[in-house]
């Protein structure tokens, strides 16, 4: 008897297992996260300890958002004070950094080495980096509701002022937050801390008199966005369990030595090469 055989034909690779879509992704809570931080307010020199949510099982932390959100105070200053552009950056003078008790960073001028960082970025990227102050002279001004800024030919900034305001952020993107896939606090033995330093007003609000420089962060909180998910939560934890590498820049610039031109004709200066 003859049997014919209609239909597709079997690919070679076809198994008991095989499946016609294969998912990539999971289904998730996900939320951003705002918890008001003590102290809500500071001044130039008061250090802000950071420390990150610890948050619950199987809650992860999504890369590079982790951030002080906040507004910036000019009152008691001259009227015709403004911010300096790339505030968010001028804003921290010192970065600490620790896991535990280990110094991960401890970075003096730490403003000046994320300045120099930021002016690789690609003109997409610091247009949209609003809320870290990367915009014209003119929104500065009018964001901070200088008494000389423009009012005319300025329809634009004056609608970015309508939406952001005096409000601004600071990115607290370390390597072990940012390049290493999502961060489970819960399956660390200890917590991760930021320390920074506000700077002082002379390097970060412009105006035309500098003794009448002054700033003041308020309404602080600490924002960042969070995955809950029981899969995740166990392979994270996993990971973390056999061993995790964690890579990163230990960036450090202890001090500033300064040297008289006219007066100092030898200097003496104590290095550490271990670091």
Do not use: W
Not at 51 to 76: K, Q
Not at 160 to 186: A, M, Q, S
């Amino acid at each position: 008897m003859d049997e014919e055989f209609t239909g597709s034909e079997v690919p070679d690779s076809l198994l008991p297992t095989h499946i016609s879509k294969t998912l990539d992704g999971v289904k998730a809570y996900r939320s951003v996260n705002r918890t008001t931080f003590v102290p809500s307010s500071a001044e130039p020199g008061e250090k802000l300890h950071v420390r990150v949510p610890r948050l619950g099982e199987n809650e992860v932390i999504v890369p590079g958002p982790l951030a002080l959100v906040f507004d910036i105070d000019l009152s008691g200053g001259h009227a015709n004070n403004y911010l300096v552009q790339n505030v968010s950056r001028a804003l921290v003078s010192r970065m600490k950094v620790k896991f535990g008790t280990t110094t991960l960073q401890d970075t003096d001028g730490y403003d000046i080495f994320k300045i120099y960082e930021d002016l690789f970025l690609t003109q997409e990227q610091r247009d949209n980096m609003l809320l870290e102050g990367i915009q014209s002279e003119d929104l500065c001004r009018i964001q901070s509701n200088s008494g000389d800024k423009k009012t005319s030919a300025v329809d634009t900034e004056k609608k970015l002022n309508e939406f952001y305001g005096t409000k601004y952020v600071i990115r607290l993107d370390h390597e072990i937050l940012t390049d290493h896939g999502v961060f489970y606090p819960r399956a660390l033995y200890d917590t991760l801390t930021f320390e920074l330093t506000p700077a002082p007003a002379s390097q970060v609000v412009k105006g035309t008199d500098p003794t009448k420089l002054k700033y003041k962060l308020t309404n602080i909180h600490l924002e960042y966005e969070m995955i809950r998910r029981d899969l995740l939560g166990k392979e994270a934890r996993s990971v973390y369990s056999s061993g995790k590498e964690f890579a990163y820049d230990h960036v450090h610039y202890g001090k500033t030595v300064r040297i008289e031109r006219n007066t100092d004709t030898s200097v003496n200066i104590n290095l550490t090469p271990q670091r």
